[in-house]
């Protein structure tokens, strides 16, 4: 438990540097992008959706028949374009960070009910999963259209792209399930699969809820700021700083004019203090006094 705790901050700190959030340089890529760039955006933040990821081995952990795998699939598919294309198009919101905390719960959940926890502990039954699977799918969903309305996006061709995007979303899942099924399918072979299933599953459990701890942490930095006083200063020069870096870089890359927007403000700055320069020393001339106290003006 000691080593677990001691690498908390080593967590905070991988997720914060990998989140899977919309970067400048998405932001910067998708102006005037056509469906490929969607798709392929899609494609990107689903391989690198660790959250979705994770829920997604939860539910593939015991299933084995294909109709089965096909079964879950469909259903968690069908919930998350559901949410996807119409919170989208609707521009339906939420503070991202607690439906990404919700998320975490759902990994949280199927883990607990892949250990028989329902009735381990609970001594009831547990809720049909198939219907399960398809309501975290809609959370899901919710959670990946709060992330790509982060990007500016145009109304020509709207539908189009969301569908691109969620498209996209489709093709990274599939490579990850396919996968995450070989893994999984030669570690079922083996003895140590039954041994480490539990420990495995508990895993999953401490992930997502070390997860939903991140999500609430962020949640209450970037909505009670003013509760953080002694490093709010500290904290907002340290993310304007990665936000530049990361702008900076994009700009490079896709040629355009490197002007950062804080940068801008200090040109114009000094520009307006150059400007009045002149005027300053021409005033400091005209005005004079002849030893009265009174000061003359030519």
């Known amino acids: 438990m000691l080593r677990i705790l001691s690498l908390l901050p080593l967590f905070f700190l991988y997720s914060t ?85 919700v998320i975490a719960l759902t990994v949280c959940y199927k883990a607990f009910e892949n250990l028989d926890g329902f009735k381990r502990y609970l001594q009831i039954q547990s809720p049909n999963l198939l219907w399960m699977v398809l309501l975290f799918g809609l959370i899901h969903g919710f959670g990946l259209s709060t992330r790509l309305q982060q990007l500016p996006l145009s109304e020509d061709g709207l539908v189009l792209n969301i569908l691109a995007f969620n498209l996209g979303v489709e093709l990274g899942q599939i490579i990850a399930l396919s996968v995450m099924l070989v893994l999984l399918a030669g570690w079922k072979k083996t003895e140590s699969f039954k041994k480490f299933s539990n420990a495995a599953n508990g895993l999953l459990i401490i992930v997502g ?90």
Not at 35 to 48: K, R, V
Not at 67 to 86: N, P, Q, Y
């Open 209 to 298: 809820g070390l997860l939903f701890i991140h999500q609430l942490h962020g949640y209450q930095h970037a909505v009670y700021s003013d509760d953080f006083p002694l490093n709010k200063d500290d904290h907002a020069h340290v993310h304007e700083d990665m936000v530049e870096a990361k702008r900076a870089d994009a700009l490079q890359q896709y040629g355009a004019p490197l002007v950062l927007p804080s940068t801008a403000s200090k040109q114009e700055a000094q520009e307006k203090q150059t400007e009045s320069k002149p005027s300053q020393e021409k005033a400091s001339k005209e005005a004079h006094s002849h030893g009265d106290g009174h000061m003359h003006y030519h």
């Open 17 to 101: 540097v990998f989140a899977h959030g919309m970067s400048e340089e998405d932001k910067l890529r998708i102006l005037n992008a056509g469906a490929s760039e969607y798709i392929e955006l899609g494609a990107s933040h689903m391989l690198t959706g660790y959250d979705h990821l994770l829920f997604l081995f939860g539910v593939l952990f015991f299933l084995t028949g294909f109709r089965d795998i096909l079964k879950f699939i469909t259903a968690f598919t069908i919930g998350h374009s559901i949410t996807l294309v119409f919170a989208t198009l609707y521009e339906i919101q939420a503070n991202y960070f607690l439906i990404d905390a």
